[in-house]
T-cell receptor, first 115, second 115 residues
């Protein structure tokens, strides 16, 4: 079975600085998708960025980018120029390309942003 | 509506009662998912509906949990004889396809509290 591990329960960053959130996963599959979701206090899960495992190029979305290391099964999220609105819970998630599209989530990292 | 709609937003009930949680997916989305998020935890997959296919119920924790999706649209998650460990936020998501063509869009969830 696939698992997702986020080893940082909490992280903090100064406004305008850069922070990296860690995520590792375990799978025997070669084709899959990886995601980072943001969950503010409103509870809604918001998709931040996604990566297809067959793509070597790291995904980027404005201030958000990932460092995808397939061999190491690592998928970290880098937030550049952090803003107060980035404060939230961040969840890393895995989805197999083969079977049902359920997402397997890590336990999350709470990000605090200080002015 | 524009997004996934869930009702009620909050539900408080006594142990042993039955509860029904509703999810109205984004119009046109063929896939619908239910997840459970216990306090301080990541999301746990419960059940997945895709079109007219048989649902994937592999995540339902016990036979007290059931879900249906009528007419390929609205879904209801039912918990019978609720227990205190059922207290959690129940999140619904929908997508229009599979793979990365269909990222999952989440609702705001229902916070269920069992007294």
């Amino acid at each position: 079975a696939q698992t997702v591990t986020q080893s940082q329960p909490e992280m903090s960053v100064q406004e305008a600085e850069t922070v990296t959130l860690s995520c590792t996963y375990d799978t025997s599959e070669s084709d899959y998708y990886l995601f980072w979701y943001k969950q503010p206090p409103s509870r809604q899960m918001i998709l931040v960025i996604r990566q297809e495992a067959y793509k070597q190029q790291n995904a980027t979305e404005n201030r958000f980018s990932v460092n995808f290391q397939k061999a190491a099964k690592s998928f970290s999220l880098k937030i550049s120029d952090s803003q107060l609105g980035d404060a939230a819970m961040y969840f890393c998630a895995y989805r197999s390309a083969r079977n049902t599209d359920k997402l397997i989530f890590g336990t999350g990292t709470r990000l605090q942003v200080f002015p | 509506g524009a997004g996934v709609s869930q009702s009620p937003s909050n539900k408080v009930t006594e142990k042993g009662k039955d509860v029904e949680l509703r999810c109205d997916p984004i119009s046109g989305h063929t896939a619908l998912y239910w997840y459970r998020q216990s306090l301080g935890q990541g999301l746990e997959f419960l059940i997945y509906f895709q079109g007219n296919s048989a649902p994937d119920k592999s995540g339902l924790p016990s036979d007290r949990f059931s879900a249906e999706r009528t007419g390929g649209s609205v879904s209801t998650l039912t918990i019978q004889r609720t227990q205190q460990e059922d207290s959690a936020v129940y999140l619904c998501a929908s997508s229009w396809g599979t793979g990365t063509r269909g990222p999952q869009h989440f609702g705001d969830g229902t916070r269920l509290s069992i007294l």
